[in-house]
């Protein structure tokens, strides 16, 4: 069965391009080629498509083999570059294969040709792949490390966000309840008001921090890269959105134009990351400051065979068509050295491959351009989300001792909780472990996950070996960033948690049920 080789020809001599050829055809090969014979022309074949080798007469009149040479060496194309020519000579030959050429020969004298071809296919199939394990370990390092990052930041910011959130919330209720029982001063009191909407405005800032935080966790979650299920991809796309909302604040307008879809199969901290770098390019390929005029068009609608699409077009300066056929190529890009890598696109595509979808890319030269995700539909529904009952007072006055390292935090719990329990705070497990031995009538233990010197985790497993009762009274307040064996930790462990920052009100109905 002939072997399909794409050859590019550097001859000026249409005579001996047809004698290779012939050669080329007698050895089996089922031949794609053309011929070129000056660097625009060769410029050009490669941008048109992709060679499995070059061949090169030496010597032309508007051409060299060596200036071929360089010019794709240094477009970056390690493809086998074999001269032959008529006039070379032993000096010559080994010059060039220093410069990187892969081997020489006489025309007329050809007999090396087709075992040349047959070695140097094999050694490029050879680096090719290697160069695949080096690119694919250095996305696997550097999403990690990405993650690591992220999971990092939204963990530091959540202690302190959580202090803010709390006292903010529990100052607002204060500030309301006088109102009520002052309506009259609270009405005639213009500082009063004014604290009062200071109060409002601020809780609303903290919110958004909030959502921030909570969008960096799910774009963080690297311990859960292997886990697969239905993902709403509405919500992720929104993330995204938000992620990348200062990148297109002063470029774009953003349209949407979302059909309720059924959740997607995936994973939803990778495909966040496809859907972020692909709303960062469309931002990227308007200019600034004519925001008015521009748009980003982002959409989900059911397409073909039961898949859910997901397109993000934008008004942007579109894809040259030369540019357009690499634009999936690892480490291709067109962005200034030092700006990109040219692997963005090269991951999305492989993350959503790995998820069963497919992506695909139209655009239009001055009219920009729409990347067209496929999805495929999960066979289970997403987790109901559980209904938020109405706050009842306690059952009863309990005993609570807190447990975290961030004494504000302690401060804020503290404040919440002692409207309605005594509450006992301290700021060391090994300190909780002490009181805990002398004292086992507690009825909650609110504790941090992640400690210095002693973890939440140690404490709760040194609580299961003298008195496990305590252990099954702990509530976990987490704030990201886990390590493996944290992960899995709370996922055997049958504890509640609770996410930093946390509603007062959340926090108080949480403690109620551990009160019998």
Known sequence: MPKPLKALIVEDNERDATMLMRELNRGGYALESERVDTAEALNAALDRQAW?????????????????????????????????????????????????????????AMARLLPAIDRELREASVRAERKKMREQLMISERMASVGMLSASVAHEINNPLAVIVANLEFAMQRFEALGAEQSAIAAASTGLQEARQSLREAHEAAERVTHIVRDLKVFSRASNDDQEGPVDIERVLESALRMASNEIRHRAKIVRHYIRVPPIHGNEARLGQVLLNLIVNAAQAIPEGRAAENRIGLSIRMGDNDRVVVEVADTGSGIPPQVLARIFDPFFTTKAPGVGTGLGLAICQRIVIRYGGDIAVESQPGHGTTFRVSLRRARTALPSADSIPAEQRAKRKGRVLVVDDEPMLCSAVERILSVEHDVTVVQSARRALEILKDDARFDVILSDLMMPQMTGIELHAALVKFTPELAAKMIFMTGGAFSPSASAFLESASNPTIDKPFKPAALRRMVQTLIK
């Open 52 to 108: 499995d080798i070059v061949f090169s007469d030496y010597s032309m009149p508007r051409f060299s083999a060596p200036a071929a040479l360089s010019l794709v060496r240094d477009r970056g194309f390690d493809v086998p570059f074999i001269i032959v020519s008529g006039t070379i000579g032993e000096d010559t030959a080994v010059e060039a294969m220093r410069a990187g050429a892969n081997d020489f020969m006489a025309k007329g």
